[in-house]
């Protein structure tokens, strides 16, 4: 029998792509969308397969009933993809409190809410926390001039537009007009390969410019870890060898490579 996927967040080029691949490889697909509307010529298609549903993400209770309504109506839930998401751009300082914390409801608790139904979370609020710290701290810093020498969160700085100021170089790079290197609908076929796959990794990435970027940022960490690692160690406890703490660790299920 065909698999049941769950996608949210399906109104533009590339949703569209992924749910086309779905729907001619014969699998089912249950759609959502703040305006389902928007789905009714695939609807039309594949009325066997495809159930377009309105649904707020960023309502818990909603989510949870749009859940029940796919499993009453396909039977089961095979593949969730998380799709919903949408962009703010601007600096921390130019950007209004209320509008980020609705980024955070769609693009985080949305997910969060559709997983705590299909999964069974263990400390991921907490791991979660310190993911978005730390990724707020990473984007903070960027945006800031180095010549500024701002190391941590401080009061509004008032100057962000002159030309060489980092925030300003990246919204002048939005701007500009230049070809974009992906394709929703090769992407669409990755995804929907990957789906099949017994294993996945953690982490896949989608392009060759993301690809060059994660990477980057994965050889400036270890480089940087491995720079201030006597920081690291200045930190246990005198009667505590943390090489061999780290050795049990890493000898551990839990932190074996696959």
């Known amino acids: 029998m065909s698999r049941v996927w769950f996608v949210t967040g399906t109104s533009t080029g590339l949703d569209k792509a992924i749910l086309e691949r779905v729907l001619a490889a014969g699998e089912r697909v249950a759609a959502t969308s703040r305006n389902a509307a928007g789905l009714a010529s695939l609807e039309e298609r594949y009325p066997d397969q495809f159930l377009p549903l309105p649904l707020d993400l960023t309502n818990q209770e909603d989510v949870v009933e749009t859940l029940n309504r796919v499993v009453k109506h396909f039977g089961r839930i095979d593949v969730v993809v998380n799709n919903a998401r949408y962009a703010i751009f601007g600096e921390v300082e130019g950007t209004a409190l209320s ?7 769609v693009q985080f608790w949305g997910p969060v809410f559709t997983m705590k139904e299909t999964a069974n979370p263990l400390i991921s609020y907490y791991n979660s926390s310190k993911f978005a710290l730390e990724g707020f701290t990473q984007s903070f810093l960027k945006e800031m001039d180095p010549a500024w020498k701002i190391k941590d969160i401080l009061p509004i700085h008032p100057a962000y537009d002159y030309p060489t100021n980092p925030a300003a170089m990246f919204r002048e790079l939005g701007k500009a007009d230049f070809a974009h290197l992906g394709s929703p609908n090769r992407m669409a076929e990755a995804l929907f390969k990957l789906s099949s796959e017994p294993k996945l990794p ?57």
């Not at 509008?99 to 409801?105: G, I, M, N, T």
């Not at 953690?202 to 060759?208: A, C, K, N, P, Y």
């Open 202 to 258: 953690l982490r896949i990435q989608f392009g060759s410019d993301t690809l060059w970027l994660i990477k980057r940022q994965a050889q400036q960490t270890i480089a940087q870890a491995e720079k201030w690692a006597h920081v690291a160690r200045s930190t246990d406890k005198e009667d505590m060898d943390g090489e061999a703490y780290a050795a049990a660790l890493a000898a551990s299920p839990i932190f074996q490579d696959d």
């Open 99 to 105: 509008d980020a914390r609705q980024l955070f409801e």
